[in-house]
């Protein structure tokens, strides 16, 4: 069984500021791949960013980064330079890659709040 | 532009109506769709797998006979909320399925009141 943890049901930032947002996890996978998306209050879910598991260098896209740290079983999204437009759920998600599972499994949200 | 396209994007009817929920990939094809359930202010709880040309995988604690599921073709896989009560009243959403290293896509959702 897999699970993913986020432990900041909230958070604000300063525009213009980075912001990390936690996501530990729990697999006993060997293989797997690492998301985050993004839910504004419209409701759609937006890709942001992916991390597989064998994958060395810590993913970018844009301001957004993932701090894989595998060790630890952590993998934070940074955001940097937020904008207004960034307020919105952020979720953390996983899946097996050596499974016949294809389903994501989602952690409980961080809602992040950018202030002017 | 998307790539997963789900219809209608907010349903209200009266109870004990049937309500069916369109997800369409757009430009390629998912042999594998899922559908999600998300309460307010809560997290996406997976409902089902949708295989092509096969029954759904149901996850443990959703009814089967409450949420029908259809994936006739490689581009279509239908949700249908068979005698909805208000307690059904909920966001869905889907996503499809495009391979090991793509992201899954996702539809806009489709939020369901029953009165």
């Known amino acids: 069984a897999q699970k993913i943890t986020q432990t900041q049901p909230g958070m604000f930032v300063q525009e213009k500021e980075a912001v990390t947002l936690d996501c530990t996890y729990d697999?006993?996978?060997?293989?797997?791949?690492l998301f985050w998306y993004k839910q504004p209050s419209s409701g759609e879910m937006i890709f942001l960013i992916y991390?597989?598991?064998?994958?060395?260098q810590n993913a970018t896209e844009g301001r957004y980064s993932l701090n894989f740290q595998k060790a630890r079983k952590s993998a934070n999204l940074v955001i940097s330079a937020s904008q207004l437009g960034d307020s919105a759920m952020y979720f953390c998600?996983?899946?097996?890659?050596?499974?016949?599972?294809?389903?994501?499994?989602f952690g409980s949200g961080t809602r992040l709040q950018v202030q002017p | 532009g998307a790539v997963v396209s789900q219809h209608p994007s907010w349903v209200i009817c009266k109870s004990g109506t049937s309500v069916k929920i369109e997800c369409r990939s757009l430009?390629?094809?998912?042999?594998?769709m899922f559908w999600y359930r998300q309460f307010p202010k809560q997290s996406l709880m997976l409902m089902a797998t949708?295989?092509?040309?096969?029954?759904?995988?149901?996850e443990q604690g959703v009814e089967k006979d409450k949420f029908l599921i259809n994936h006739a073709s490689l581009t279509l896989s239908t949700l249908t909320v068979t005698s909805a009560h208000p307690e059904d009243s909920s966001f869905y959403i889907c996503?499809?399925?495009?391979?090991?290293?793509?992201?899954?896509?996702f539809g806009d959702g489709t939020r369901l009141s029953i009165l």
């Open positions: 996503s499809a399925y495009r391979g090991d290293n793509q992201p899954q896509h």
């Open positions: 697999t006993s996978d060997q293989s797997y791949g």
């Open positions: 991390q597989g598991s064998y994958d060395e």
């Open positions: 998600a996983m899946r097996p890659m050596d499974t016949g599972r294809r389903a994501l499994t």
């Open positions: 430009d390629f094809q998912a042999t594998t």
């Open positions: 949708s295989n092509e040309g096969s029954k759904a995988t149901y």
